[in-house]
């Protein structure tokens, strides 16, 4: 069983059929890509796993345990992160604001940067926040207002914020999308340092075939809502069924 399991998910809008009896399997310290065409249901799947929607039928089990029915801060207490594909950031603080806020995150999910109680806990929280900031090298921006970053540094700066809860599940929607090649390759850099170092399961949902075959250890492969192939990079690249559906004709 792995970390996070999707059993039978169905999720209608109307007449619409977004997600058809999909079945997942992540497992715990592997990077696993979920990718397909546009309407594929990527991001259906990805709002049912962070409790934004609620599935019609079927279950997701994270660590053993349901989180259908949680609000998207409790299942964030449960250990699961989400990158967002435009970075959610607080452009009106400094890059080390941005990534404390989340070490005083309250139970109902509120922010309270005034609760700290000692000099002593607001040290070790900053201390905590710079080694994330160091991994993510945006070191030297620690005084800088978010604001003022380029894209990639930002999206940077948001995984860095989730970083900071120390979460065992780390969810990338598009998480370089809009950058460079140069911010891109960086990007996957860091993120096989996260997963080296750091124990953290990754789930990413991206178009960019150059990341997915660079992370990725199993590649599911969405179309019209429900699955079509699970398998290595390897035997994705040429599987007629994914040509199929991202050209509309299968080859070889």
Request: hydrophobic fraction near 40%; aromatic fraction near 4%; glycine fraction near 8%.
């Amino acid at each position: 069983m792995g970390i996070l399991e999707v059993r039978n998910v169905n999720k209608r809008f109307g007449g619409l059929q977004a997600l058809a009896d999909v079945n997942l399997s992540v497992q715990e310290n592997a990077v696993h890509a979920i990718i397909g065409p546009n309407g594929a249901g990527k991001s259906t799947l990805l709002n049912c796993l962070v409790g934004k929607l609620i599935p019609d039928t079927g279950t997701v089990m994270f660590d053993g345990q349901s989180v259908l029915g949680r609000k998207p801060h409790e299942i964030n207490q449960t250990g699961i992160s989400r990158v967002f594909q435009t970075p959610e950031i607080f452009g009106d603080l400094t890059v080390l604001e941005n990534v404390m806020i989340p070490c005083f995150a309250t139970r109902d999910g509120a922010f309270r940067l005034h609760a700290i109680r000692t000099v002593r806990a607001e040290q070790d929280i900053m201390e905590r926040a710079e080694r994330v900031l160091i991994d993510m090298s945006l070191q030297d921006r620690l005084r800088d207002h978010a604001a003022s970053l380029s894209r990639g540094d930002k999206r940077r700066l948001e995984m860095a914020m989730c970083l900071a809860q120390e979460p065992r599940l780390l969810l990338l929607d598009e998480p370089t999308a809009g950058m460079a090649r140069a911010d891109t390759n960086k990007t996957i850099d860091l993120l096989k340092e996260i997963r080296d170092t750091r124990n953290i399961t990754m789930a990413i949902i991206e178009h960019d075939m150059h990341v997915v075959f660079s992370l990725a250890e199993r590649i599911t492969v969405l179309a019209q809502g429900a699955p079509l192939v699970e398998d290595t990079p390897e035997n994705i690249k040429g599987h007629p069924k994914v040509q199929e559906a991202y050209l509309g004709q299968a080859h070889g």
